[in-house]
């Protein structure tokens, strides 16, 4: 009994601004008054933890972020939504601050996945709007895809000057989310940029949806955000395709990724053959009498039976290296293939001719040195 007291006396000091001081075992953690009939239990989506409630503070509004009843002193926002006083301090409210945030995000994203590609630049607007806007947005024709939580929007216009698109991002989101929310929609102008018509039309809104949290996950876990990489594998609204496109990235590459998404001849990825992220369809002829031609995939190159430094981005502020076929930052962990099976390794400093790497569940740093040619 004395370590559930603890227990629930940590949890009011949590939710400041759900309770204003601890409560006893039996108390409601939003008014501190004696819980007489029925407990309502609540689980903090912020914190953790689950939080005992009355029946009355049960019915208060929740907070968007951490899904708790909140007291007297909420902050309500232009479109209903209500933040708690601790979570207000962590939404981010501010249009500059959300735009800034995305200004950096397209940056990151640049230097991130300069080895393979490149993404829109000048013909990109991005605004902030409250989520009554956003969820209009998927009303208008063409544009009716929904998924659970709806945090931005991306439409592509095209008129005689050429392409442009349009962001909206959803404000209110914490920092983390919106970081995540920015690089998944720089994904849909990369697949718009890059993606013939005839192929997107092929693709499963799932896999489109799969590859964009790919993009947000693999930039998410560069930068240390694991709380949003952990709600990316979470979510299932792309219905499993993320958990195989960030497989299929670890065992192949993002290169196959890119070159799959351009023209790959299936319309998702597939769990029971992922091997066939590799099979591609040939460019269409323009005889359009002559039978079509598929170019069979090409047997995948056999792995290096050793750690092998395979090529140097370097840069004072974000310096990339690639280890047998895989891109990795500074501190960063990951597989790569070695031989017929996968290694797990940390590469720990990136040098301009030079880095050192852990192999994991081993204490031993090793220098591995590019090759001279």
């Known amino acids: 009994m004395k370590t559930g007291f603890v227990f629930l006396a940590l949890c009011s000091v949590l939710v400041a601004g759900h309770a204003v001081a601890a409560v006893a075992p039996g108390h409601c953690v939003i008014c501190a008054k004696p819980i007489e009939q029925r407990v309502y239990i609540w689980e903090d989506k912020i914190a953790g933890g689950k939080l005992n409630l009355c029946e009355t503070c049960a019915g208060l509004p929740a907070c968007y972020?951490?899904?708790?009843?909140?007291?007297?002193?909420?902050?309500?926002?232009?479109?209903?939504?209500?933040?708690?006083?601790?979570?207000?301090?962590?939404?981010?409210?501010?249009?500059?601050?959300?735009?800034?945030?995305?200004?950096?995000?397209?940056?990151?994203?640049?230097?991130?996945?300069?080895?393979?590609?490149?993404?829109?630049?000048?013909?990109?607007?991005?605004?902030?709007?409250?989520?009554?806007?956003?969820?209009?947005?998927?009303?208008?024709?063409?544009?009716?895809?929904?998924?659970?939580?709806?945090?931005?929007?991306?439409?592509?216009?095209?008129?005689?000057?050429?392409?442009?698109?349009?962001?909206?991002?959803?404000?209110?989101?914490?920092?983390?989310?919106?970081?995540?929310?920015?690089?998944?929609?720089?994904?849909?102008?990369?697949?718009?940029?890059?993606?013939?018509?005839?192929?997107?039309?092929?693709?499963?809104?799932?896999?489109?949806?799969?590859?964009?949290?790919?993009?947000?996950?693999?930039?998410?876990?560069?930068?240390?955000e694991s709380a949003a990489t952990a709600i990316i594998r979470s979510n299932n609204y792309t219905r499993g395709q993320i958990a195989l496109f960030i497989e299929a990235e670890q065992r192949f590459g993002f290169n196959e990724i890119v070159e799959w998404m351009k023209a790959g001849e299936d319309e998702s990825l597939r769990a029971n053959d992922l091997m066939r992220v590799r099979l591609l369809k040939a460019p269409e002829r323009t005889n359009a009498s002559a039978p079509p031609v598929f170019v069979a995939p090409a047997a995948p190159a056999p792995a290096p039976n050793q750690l092998l430094l395979q090529g140097i981005i370097w840069s004072k502020t974000r310096p990339m290296a690639m280890i047998n076929g895989r891109t990795f930052e500074a501190n960063e962990e990951g597989q790569v293939r070695l031989g017929t099976t996968n290694m797990a390794v940390r590469c720990l400093v990136i040098r301009e001719n030079e880095i050192e790497i852990q192999v994991t569940g081993s204490l031993e740093r090793q220098t591995l040195r590019m090759r001279s040619r």
């Open 65 to 224: 972020l951490c899904s708790v009843p909140t007291g007297d002193d909420r902050t309500q926002l232009t479109d209903g939504r209500v933040l708690c006083a601790r979570d207000v301090k962590l939404a981010v409210l501010d249009s500059s601050e959300a735009i800034q945030i995305f200004k950096d995000i397209k940056d990151a994203l640049e230097r991130h996945f300069s080895r393979f590609t490149i993404f829109p630049e000048t013909n990109v607007a991005v605004s902030v709007v409250d989520r009554v806007s956003l969820i209009e947005l998927f009303k208008v024709p063409g544009h009716d895809y929904g998924c659970p939580n709806i945090l931005g929007f991306t439409r592509a216009e095209t008129n005689a000057s050429g392409r442009s698109y349009q962001i909206s991002l959803m404000s209110g989101l914490t920092k983390p989310e919106l970081k995540a929310t920015c690089a998944h929609e720089l994904g849909h102008t990369w697949i718009f940029e890059n993606v013939s018509r005839a192929r997107l039309g092929r693709l499963k809104t799932d896999a489109r949806e799969g590859f964009c949290e790919l993009v947000s996950y693999l930039l998410m876990n560069a930068q240390g």
